[in-house]
């Protein structure tokens, strides 16, 4: 079993960055390909980036792949996925996954093991 605490979430103004953290327990962590994902008031669940069990292949959705970069530490239990430029439209709730794919998939029904989530806003 895996357990994922994202963090990192707040209040921020358009054009700023942010880095949001999701520190995982468990053994099996350096196995696990990992994703982030996002829900937006109103809309549905959609992929944000993904990156394979090493960390040396990432993925990103085309809404964010300009912005967004992804990296993890294993050593740390620890993904960090870093948002720039952002805008009002990324104003969502933030997750955490990780599926037993030691490579990078995009299907949330693929993810095994979440977070609670991380609220990010931004004003502008």
């Known amino acids: 079993q895996v357990q994922l605490f994202e963090s990192g979430g707040g209040l921020v103004q358009a054009g700023d960055s942010l880095r949001l953290s999701c520190a995982a327990s468990?053994?099996?962590?350096?196995?696990?390909?990992m994703g982030w994902f996002r829900r937006a008031p109103g809309k549905e669940r959609e992929f944000v980036a993904a990156?394979?069990?090493?960390?040396?292949?990432?993925y990103y959705a085309d809404s964010v792949k300009a912005r967004c970069t992804i990296s993890r530490d294993n050593a740390r239990n620890t993904v960090y996925p870093q948002m720039n430029s952002l805008n009002s439209e990324d104003t969502a709730v933030y997750y955490c996954?990780?599926?037993?794919?030691?490579?990078?998939?995009?299907?949330?029904?693929?993810?095994?093991?979440w977070g609670q989530g991380t609220q990010v806003t931004v004003s502008s």
């Open positions: 996954a990780a599926t037993v794919n030691r490579q990078t998939v995009v299907d949330d029904r693929l993810y095994n093991y």
């Open positions: 468990g053994r099996d962590f350096n196995g696990h390909a």
């Open positions: 990156i394979n069990w090493s960390g040396g292949s990432m």
